[in-house]
């Protein structure tokens, strides 16, 4: 982090002199932000497994109706 010069006005972030990339110093923000990105992918994880049930869901309707319609 020897390579950072801060940004004026703003104390939790600082430019990479090598990449000129402006970043987050602050901590505690980092970690929110990871959490928050965490929970998202949770999210994401769990609404695709609702998914892929309503998709089976349907196959075994679809099985059903037509034993029903065959008898």
Do not use: C, W, Y
């Not at 959490?35 to 998202?40: C, F, Q, S, V």
């Not at 999210?43 to 059903?64: F, Q, R, T, W, Y």
Request: hydrophobic share 35%; no cysteine; glycine share 6%.
């Amino acid at each position: 982090m020897n390579d950072l010069i801060r940004v004026d006005g703003d104390p939790d972030f600082a430019k990479d002199k090598e990449t000129g990339a402006i970043l987050n110093t602050n901590r505690s923000e980092i970690q929110q932000a990871r959490a928050r990105k965490k929970a998202r992918a949770q999210e994401k994880h769990e609404l695709d497994n609702l998914k892929k049930d309503v998709g089976d869901m349907k196959i075994m309707l679809s099985k059903i109706l037509e034993k029903i319609d065959g008898a």
